[in-house]
């Protein structure tokens, strides 16, 4: 007969748990191709996004992630417009989660990069006047 004692039990249940992080890696990672055009098809949109379980905060699940390879790309040159790949997500900071909207992310170009902490991450195909801010005619990637 096994007996366990509260230390023992909390024991476990902290190994356990342990045991999940560790299998919560990029090891365990969702990649998924992304190619998009803005709604008037002005701009493409292109990449990999990649993304894992981190954690847990204030209830809801962390992921930390990358983007490899992700292009916005003008399909008609000297229009006044240039392409745009923005960003929307939740971030946890500050011990409070917080939604973030329309953050640019690529303009005319290619970049990489990761992020931690974040959640609900959706890239959009936009438009953009030449040296204006307002997003134009976006459309989703997924």
Known sequence: MIMFTKRGVVGAMCL?????????TSANAVSVGFNVRSTSGKAEISGTYKYWVSGTAAGRTLYDGSFSGATARDRVAGDGYE??????????????WRPVKNKVAVVNGTKSWSFKNKANVYAYAC????????????????
């Open 16 to 24: 356990a748990s342990a045991l999940v992080m560790g299998a919560s």
């Open 127 to 142: 438009d953009r006047k030449v040296g204006k801010k307002p997003l134009l005619n976006c459309k989703r990637a997924w």
């Open 83 to 96: 392409a745009v790949l923005a960003l929307k997500y939740d971030e946890f900071t500050g011990g409070a």
